[in-house]
């Protein structure tokens, strides 16, 4: 029997993948998508939408937004003149909610792909070797033909030696999410992103939360005056511990949940947790898939190694997502999967790492594009920079909450924005119109041009842009 020929032969379905799939057959191209995950479905069907969707992205959002509803209705609703008591959370029903929604969404995809015509080959894919001008991929056993192959394995959670995740007391962004009850104490270990969100959580929702994080710097990839202002809020306003220059020396378990014993300094402490989640990053997720076979060429840190336009070593294997270099976002892996498709169809495509936005989904939240200020200062370019707080704002003060502020950095010379960094209520959604602004070269000035709706936040935007030029007309 024939093996099954397709134009372009799809490994893993996360956000890379799927959309990479998605666009191909858009363009005319016969297109199949390979996943072997169900992410624990009910029905044990593989499930769609990789790590971001199922375990990752879209459940935390979900957790953080319920928690965040909590939050406000125990503490925050009675500046409004809104009286409640009597306040509960039943997890059970916020976790079912979070559980709807990544059903929802996995099966929207299956649905996309009935309607672009993607074929999904439900099972492990692998490299088999090379027919000619067609390479061999193989599924649970079963081979499939493409003429071009696009690797979207994605990532998994970086585990730390000696410390074993059994999803259940010691937990990694899987386990994290489907916490049956609301532990008294927490302990995270990491200060990232991962770290962050969730220990946001479920502090929110009453656990005394400490995070150790081995760095000696606060959120040291971020503008400095954004992470000092997010360690004052985090630490002070929301009393998360949060302890850095931390070496974790041993981690046990036992009838009292978990202990971890680690260095601070000079000083050995203790810290005792009814559970522990581990979120020190991730690592590419190349296991099984036949590199070897093949000659695909890794990095020494387990990446695909790829050009700029996510051609691998290989004549038609591309890589997308969290298995190259570069930030594992999924709206990186997004973008690569549509470039890849349209440069596979002799169309240019189009990846700027340099403008794809960051997002802290705290809160409040941060957000981030282009260039820090201590970037700019290391590499010796002169700058001005413009800062508005959301004080001086008059959706934010009728919101009730003005923590933060809008920082825009442009090019002393050109006026250029260089980066703008966002600490404050909605900065995921801000940050889009920097981003728009510094894909088109847009200065400064060209912000300051444009008639910003009031009362919006996004008047910050527009007032940091005049501030650039010390000429902000409200602050």
Known sequence: MANKQFDVVVIGGGPGGYV??????????????????????????????GTCLNVGCIPSKALLQSSELFQQASHSFVMHGISTSGVKMDVATMMKRKDNIVGQLTGGIKALFKKNKVTLLPGHGKFAG??????????????V??????????SKARHLPGIPVDNKLICDNVGALAFDSTPKRLGVIGAGVIGLELGSVWKRLGSEVTILEALPDFLGSAD?????EAWKVFTQKQGLDIQLGVKIIKVET?????????????????????RLIVSVGRVPHTDGLGAENVGLALNPRGYIGVDANCRTNLPNVWAVGDVVPGPMLAHKSMEEGVMVAECIAGQKGHVNLDTVPWVIYTHPEIAWVGKSEQQLKN??????????????????????????FVKMIACARTDRILGVHVIGNNASELIAEAVVAMEFNASSEDIARICHAHPTLSEAMHEASLAVDKRALHF
């Open 145 to 154: 033909e493409a003429t071009h192959v696009i690797v979207a394995t994605g």
């Open 224 to 228: 400095q005056a954004v992470a000092k």
């Open 20 to 49: 990479a799939a998605i666009r191909a057959a858009q363009l005319g191209l016969s297109t199949a998508c390979i996943e072997s995950e169900s992410y624990a479905d009910p029905k044990g069907e593989v499930r769609l939408g």
């Open 254 to 274: 036992g009838k009292k949940g978990v202990s971890v014993e680690y260095e601070l300094g000079d000083e050995v402490r203790t810290l005792q947790c009814d």
């Open 130 to 143: 090379r027919d000619d001008e067609r390479w061999l991929v193989d599924v649970n056993g079963a081979t």
């Open 379 to 404: 590499e010796g370019v002169e700058y001005r920079v413009g800062q508005i707080p959301f004080a001086a704002n008059g959706r934010a003060l009728g919101q009730g909450d003005t923590t933060g």
